[in-house]
């Protein structure tokens, strides 16, 4: 049973720094995307940033600059370094893997930014 788990999330200040990560088990993921999306309150889930299995990288302009999407060596785990953390940056933030014919999701965790 393939399963993605989120962990990281919580609470920081404007300014601050937070880092997530996302294990995904029950498959291979080497050849897989991985990404983050969140969902603001009231909003529609946005794209974050993703990792292709190649290392190639996409952010959403609204991160650019701040966060930064790795993946360790086994591919199987995916994290997000976010720095200079705004307001804007809350919502619940969910661990996706896609190859083009499955596609994954994590139950998602939750980060709130306070100013």
């Known amino acids: 049973q393939v399963q993605l788990v989120e962990s990281g999330g919580g609470s920081v200040q404007s300014g601050g720094s937070l880092r997530l990560s996302c294990t995904a088990s029950g498959s291979s993921f080497r050849f897989y995307t991985m990404g983050w999306y969140r969902q603001a309150p009231g909003k529609e889930r946005g794209f974050v940033a993703i990792r292709r299995s190649g290392g190639s990288t996409n952010y959403a302009d609204s991160v650019k600059g701040r966060f930064t999407i790795s993946r360790d060596k086994s591919e199987n785990t995916v994290a997000l370094q976010m720095n200079n953390m705004k307001n804007e940056d809350k919502g619940v933030y969910s661990c996706?893997?896609?190859?083009?014919?499955?596609?994954?999701w994590g139950q998602g965790t939750q980060v709130t930014v306070s100013s």
């Open positions: 996706y893997a896609h190859n083009g014919k499955q596609e994954y």
